[in-house]
């Protein structure tokens, strides 16, 4: 590899490291004529303790932007080194860390050049050539340049797993405080162009299953948390509202890390919401796969998350009279909802029931987290001991049998102003 590129790769990797939304799941890429990759399976994913997905080459295609959004490092108005790759440069690239097997696909991101159609048609260029000429079958997550033109989008998902575009932040006000040149219409329009399309595309596979795939791991967005003064109520209608409209696959949210001296801002040094970050994904993680609506987990009365204890226990504790659950009668949908118990371990509860009256010993030996489930359920032969135990003195007691692993950077909502 060239000084050069490596220069180049050093500056437009680490400019890419603030977005993190590029976890590589839910493709079904296969690979045919002996080509690179397989998006299918195999494919490893990496995240650090903060979340963060590292298995992708994780770039961007330059950091030169024509826009000035206060949160982003390659804002126009800052003082960085610039560069930017040719698509032969990002195409070689892939191929080298794919052979090398450094990497498992690419997640390409941009600055906007000149104007989005431009850069989005570069982008759509190195997936192409990827696919077309190097017969690459890894994952591929294209950035959409808000803005971009729905021809360049469709090209976009026949060559990209997914593409995303970010909605940066969780109000359309604090959006045009920090990115006057954005405008929400612009990210609205490609999400919904995207949502078509691939609604479309999986008609057209039912009835032909021959037609080329369309971003068969959907698309996603990202949102800035910690930057704005937003709550998490705000942050999760937002989200919420991605999930029911727009058959949005992922919504990411992304602790804002303090680059900027900007006054709209959080000071440099102040710390990242790590914390809060964390339990956006789990109330997230409530809305998708355990049937829980916004409201139960945040609303007009409790718009913060508990940063003490997870959003589900959170919940369990605000509702004492739904518990004892009895883990040997009830309904598959309530077990779900007892904290420590996750959907795989609630079926196989249910499966297990079937054969037998289910002690303590049992739920402990099908996977429970007991040191929490035990608060809030009942089983055959056991005595539910904690029925006197208000919900404060409850958390109290759980907490004080659990740490956490983000206790030595616990960082609550930020005070802004
Ligand atoms: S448009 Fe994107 S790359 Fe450009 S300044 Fe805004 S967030 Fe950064």
Known sequence: MSERIREKLSILADAAKYDVSCASSGSKRKNENKGLGNASNGICHAYTED??????LKILLTNHCIFDCAYCVSRKSNDIKRAAFTVQEVVDLTINFYRRNYIEGLFLSSGIFKNADYTMERLVRIAKKLRTEENFHGYIHLKAIPGA???LLQEAGLYADRLSVNVEMPTEQ??????????RKDMIAPMKYLKGAIIANKEEKKLFKK???FAPAGQSTQMVVGATPENDLQVLWMADQFYKKMNMRRVYYSGYVPISNDNRLPAIGTPVPMIRENRLYQADWLLRFY?????EIVDQENPVLDMDIDPKLAWALRNPQLFPVDINYADLYMIMRVPGIGVGTA???VAARKHQQLTADHVKKLGIAWNRARHFITCAADAYTHKDLLPLQLKSLIMQQTTSKYQPNFSPQLKLF
Do not use: H, T, W
């Open 347 to 349: 079926k196989k509860i």
């Open 51 to 56: 979340g963060r997905c590292v298995s992708l």
């Open 174 to 183: 604090s959006l045009k405080l920090l990115a006057p040149d954005k405008n």
């Open 291 to 295: 049937g829980f609506s916004l409201q």
């Open 149 to 151: 033109s729905d021809e």
């Open 211 to 213: 037609a080329p795939l």
